[in-house]
């Protein structure tokens, strides 16, 4: 052991997912496959240069000299493990956690942090999966073996850190990479993270804690800039602990209408409408055992939607919700927390020392040093940042603006401008309440001090809705050079105003967004200086482009990227539409909804989809019969049938079909036949829809277009199965998800894994049928698809029963029960399409037997039943 690397080396921790149960499965026969798993993992470990420190039980702690070779030892052990025989009721699945770090001997043990991370990162994982610290994967980007990749999961919260942690996973070709979310300790939120220091507002902060404890609903109130969402957010993290199921941030500023509302809502918890439900139902529902809280940001936009708060306060006694508004909501049992100014400074009889340290005069010194690091807070400058503050009546966005000066301006310099200022400004807002006239006149103030080139930069940017990236702010506000600043230049000089913030991004991209009362004032710059219906226009005609430019994406695979993406743009997408609508530019808004209703379908915005598709339908200038048009109508056929809507599906899918016909378009005919034989499928005329999808699949493969090929495949499997042709069925399944991974394309995969396995066990392949189903549910936690989830419990529970295990397929229907209560049960019914489990468990167990197994999988949690259904039959 007196060989074992030192300095800088990479530590290796493995074990056997579920090794228990497998051992109390496999009986005597365990000994014999723990043997074989260590000879796989010590094979790796040493033929890769690494050390094998030591083992207990089914766990391995490892080291390596190199990262480089431990990540060559991980991929080969995986590959072994993945491709060994194992027993048939016995698989070995290994999690394994890599990290880079100091490896420091004491007394012949590897001692320090570093072990303890690389620990903690294995113990989140899952079988099959190998995780490694951003430290471990920097250092084998350039060198990863063949068929491997590192993708990031984003930071997690390990025990024992107190920091995030980032995490990355290895994906190897050939191996799953879908795995169900790190077990880490994280408390569901998405607070966005705090990139300026939180100064003062202690009392404020106390308070707002304490009212939580005794109000279900509490609104912050305050003029804009009085720092409402600041106070909020800070709050909401400092109860993360108390909120198991999680604390979420709802962002309603780029939002208008208060039918949006329950959508927002839904998409920051993560509760999806899928299926005849309104979203509405859905939170419902869904939220009805859940205890968290909920941070709804700019609510007087969209008062009207005050209701949506009531409803789910009745409905949902484990909810909180904590609002900013600039008024109350008027609801019954709101407690009103008005945001006061920051603390200000006496006019006379306060030292500099005394000055420094008051709320007011401390927040410009902190965000004046962050803009200028030479900046500091004395004697000789305390006095008129102190009348600053005053002048700005304690506003912490005002006084950030101001702050934001420092680089060229001394505070004394400050100072006077304001005051010369001030005053003009808030001349013409008389209408205003004094603080909101003072906020506006310091906005005004920050604006007038840019340069004509920076301001047009600024007022165009106003156009933006929920954040924007240095691509957009070319094309939107500057594509022909006009403003003569280039866009990155225009964009430094706007953060250095204060008039622009960084925005965090799940995909590591650089990108801003202003404060609402900044966005406000900008567009009424944007609409005086006469370009908002040009901006506008550009502004539409970009999320177009972008989101036709990844719409192929969402069948491929960078489905989980683009995804991500399109949400990011959602509320530019929204407000592209909506001035599409008010301006009745039929071809953008048709062509949008047939560029996004697919986001809308995997995102669950089913509802809000077919209210756009159906208003750009409605167009005049969107009535001529063209193909833009029909492909506008296949997006609402294909939303309604996602909403089992029978009727307007059927009445889409013919219109699309006459249309196609009608201007002879070959590929578009290929796609309405498509569509339709699903509506002939869910119209009960199974011997028309397998016709049909035979039809569309010898277009499609005239054309060459291999997606709708593997598309038509998957469809005819679903008719000649529940036609009871078995062996075609198979067949042609097989072939779908053959094509369906050859394109890589995830949502083709999954839909495709559901209908091969049940084909194959209805064939009586029990086997295969549990594969794939048990990869189908990895695919569909990964989405977050409770439909699915609920679909693979049924599946697995007839399977089961075929056994000889009525008692654990009756946990499984019972759990798959109560998940669809949930949901609604709003798997497309050919998926569903099953026998009844307990009319078939009945032979076998008497009815008291049924009841109580049934019982006992619908108290199971989510996650109690989804480890249940993977562990061994």
């Not at 094998?52 to 702690?61: I, L, P, S, W, Y």
């Not at 708060?309 to 109350?328: C, D, K, N, Q, W």
């Not at 500057?478 to 866009?487: H, T």
């Not at 683009?562 to 808004?589: C, K, P």
Request: proline share 5%.
């Amino acid at each position: 052991m007196d060989d074992r690397p030192s300095g800088t080396v990479t530590f290796l921790f493995t074990d056997i997912e579920g090794s228990t149960n497998l051992a109390r499965t496999l009986g005597e026969r365990w000994p014999a496959v723990l043997q074989d798993h260590h000879q796989i993992l010590r094979d790796a470990i040493q033929g890769h240069q690494g050390a094998v420190v030591r083992t207990e039980g089914d766990a391995f702690f490892a080291v390596f000299s190199s990262a480089v070779d431990a990540v060559g030892a991980v991929v080969q052990a995986q590959r072994e493990l993945a491709g060994f025989a194992w027993p048939p009721d016995g698989e070995v699945r290994v999690r394994m956690g890599l990290h880079t770090g100091e490896g420091r001997l004491d007394a012949g043990e590897y001692v320090g942090l570093d072990v303890h991370r690389a620990a903690r990162i294995a113990a989140a994982g899952h079988g099959g999966q190998v995780l490694a610290s951003s430290t471990t994967a920097a250092l084998v980007a350039g060198a990863l073996p063949a068929g491997a990749a590192v993708r990031d999961l984003g930071p997690h919260r390990l025990k024992d850190f107190d920091e995030p942690q980032p995490i990355h996973q290895l994906v190897v070709d050939g191996l799953p990479s879908v795995f169900a979310p790190l077990r880490t300790l994280d408390v569901p939120t998405n607070l966005p993270l705090e990139l300026t220091s939180f100064v003062g507002r202690e009392s404020e902060l106390a308070r707002v804690i304490e009212l939580m404890d005794t109000t279900r609903l509490l609104t912050l109130t305050g003029a804009g800039g009085s720092g409402k969402t600041r106070l909020a957010q800070r709050a909401a993290r400092d109860l993360l602990e108390r909120f198991p199921d999680g604390v979420f941030f709802v962002e309603l500023a780029p939002i208008r209408e208060p039918a949006l509302v329950p959508g927002a809502i839904a998409s920051a918890v993560g509760a999806r409408e899928l299926g005849p439900r309104q979203v509405m139902e859905v939170l419902r529902i869904e939220l009805r055992d859940r205890t968290m809280l909920i941070v709804l940001d700019n609510f007087e936009q969209v008062i009207d939607a005050a209701s949506v708060v009531s409803e789910l306060l009745a409905a949902v006694p484990g909810i909180r919700f904590l609002v900013t508004s600039r008024g109350p909501l008027h609801l019954r049992g709101e407690r009103e927390l008005p945001v006061p100014p920051l603390d200000l400074p006496d006019a006379e009889g306060r030292t500099p020392e005394e000055l420094m340290r008051v709320e007011a005069v401390a927040l410009f010194a902190d965000r004046a040093a962050a803009v200028d690091p030479s900046f500091v807070l004395d004697a000789d400058n305390v006095g008129a940042v102190a009348d600053i503050c005053r002048r700005l009546d304690g506003l912490p966005l005002a006084i950030e603006l101001a702050a934001s000066r420092v680089r060229l301006l001394s505070p004394a310099a400050i100072r006077a401008r304001l005051d010369r200022a001030l005053p003009l400004l808030e001349a013409g807002s008389r209408e205003l309440p004094d603080r909101q006239r003072t906020l506006r006149g310091a906005i005004a103030w920050s604006y007038e001090l840019l340069a004509e080139p920076t301001a047009g930069l600024f007022r165009r940017a106003s156009v933006f809705s929920g954040g924007f990236d240095l691509d957009a702010v070319t094309s939107v506000c500057d594509p022909e050079g006009e403003l003569g600043i280039e866009a990155l230049t225009g964009v430094e000089a706007l953060l250095d105003a204060g008039l622009l913030r960084r925005r965090t991004d799940p995909l590591r991209e650089l990108r801003f967004d202003m404060l609402q009362t900044v966005r406000e004032f900008g567009t009424e710059r944007l609409a005086e200086a006469g370009e908002a219906d040009d901006v506008s226009r550009r502004h539409a005609r970009h999320y177009l482009e972008l989101a036709e430019a990844l719409e192929p994406g969402l069948r491929g695979p960078d489905l989980e990227r683009d995804l991500t993406q399109l949400q990011m743009e959602h509320d530019n997408l929204r407000a592209a539409l909506a001035w599409a609508l008010s301006s009745d530019e039929g071809e953008v808004a048709l062509r949008m909804v047939g560029a996004v209703w697919r986001f809308w379908h995997l995102h669950g915005d089913l509802s809000e989809g077919r209210r756009w598709t159906k208003d750009a339908l409605a167009l005049p200038s969107g009535a001529a019969r063209t193909l833009i048009r029909a492909r506008a109508v296949v997006a609402g056929a294909a939303l309604a049938y996602w909403q089992h809507d029978v009727p307007p599906m059927s009445e889409a899918c013919r219109e699309a079909m006459d249309l196609f016909d009608e201007l002879g378009d070959p590929a578009g005919i290929a796609e309405g036949m498509y569509h339709l034989a699903f509506s002939l499928s869910v119209e009960g005329d199974l011997p028309g829809a397998a016709a049909t999808f035979r039809s569309a699949l010898q277009r499609f493969q005239e054309l060459g277009n291999l997606r709708g090929v593997a598309d038509a495949l998957f469809g005819l499997s679903i008719a000649c199965r529940l036609q009871g042709d078995l062996v075609t069925a198979q067949e042609t399944a097989e072939e779908s998800l053959r094509l369906h991974r050859e394109r890589m394309d995830p949502f083709g995969i999954y839909g495709s894994l559901f209908i091969a396995g049940r084909a194959a066990a209805e064939l009586g392949d029990l086997e295969t049928s549990r594969r794939q189903i048990l990869e189908a549910l990895g695919m569909a936690i990964a989405f977050g698809d409770r439909t699915g989830m609920a679909l693979t419990l049924d599946n697995l529970a007839d399977e089961d029963i075929s056994r000889g295990l009525p008692e654990r397929a009756m946990r499984l229907a019972g759990a798959a029960e109560a998940i669809k209560e949930v949901v609604g049960g709003q798997a497309p019914p050919e998926l569903i399409h099953l026998p009844d489990p307990r009319e078939r468990a009945r032979p076998l167990l008497s009815h008291e037997a049924i009841e109580a197994a049934w019982n006992e999988g619908r108290a199971m949690t989510v996650e109690e039943a989804l480890e249940y259904a993977r562990g061994s039959p």
